[in-house]
């Protein structure tokens, strides 16, 4: 579905899409509905407002134009569920979860807040980096799902040791 509004507005409550996109200018805010995304979600203009901190399933790929500033995560997780996915434009995400089984690959770099989940899948940065925020966590991580490449952790001066999950590149 395709959103093409240049006004601010609410999204139906609709929790299942196949792709979802965001084309018109303004601020699109999410219905107080988690949502299903079983394709692509495209930020070409606009902001998507997630005020409602919602959880948003996408097992398609994440493409955004507008950078930063072009989704707004609230406290709510992005999980990335499918197979192979990418991640196009920057993004700062409050709650990251990887929970699909193949590579998401990075096209460019991210920023994590709050958490980033590592269940199942493996995070491909290439010249890219994931970049946690002092206070952020990182849960999980295993053979079967870590961030191959790089991954930037801000550490507060009082912080004597910190676990880096990058994998080993086999």
């Given amino acids: 579905i395709e959103y093409k509004s240049t006004q601010n507005a609410t999204l139906p409550k609709q929790s299942t899409y196949n792709n979802h996109s965001i084309v018109g200018t303004g601020t699109k805010n999410m219905a107080n509905v988690d949502l299903l995304i079983n394709g692509t979600l495209s930020i070409s203009q606009g902001t998507l407002n997630n005020g409602n901190t919602r959880n948003i399933n996408l097992k398609g790929n994440y493409v955004t134009n507008q950078g930063i500033a072009g989704f707004n995560a609230g406290t709510g997780t992005l999980s990335l569920t499918g197979a192979a996915q990418t991640i196009n434009g920057a993004t700062q995400f409050t709650r990251l979860t990887v929970n699909g089984a193949g590579v998401k690959t990075l096209n ?29 966590t990182v849960s ?17 001066t009082a912080t004597s040791i910190k676990q880096f999950e990058i ?3 086999s």
């Fill in 140 to 156: 999980g991580g295993s053979a079967a799902s870590h961030v191959h490449g790089n991954l930037q952790k801000g550490i507060s």
């Fill in 108 to 136: 460019t770099s991210i920023n994590v807040s709050t958490a980033l989940t590592l269940t199942s899948g493996v995070i491909s940065t290439g010249l890219n980096q994931i970049n946690l925020a002092n206070a952020a």
């Fill in 167 to 169: 994998g080993d590149g």
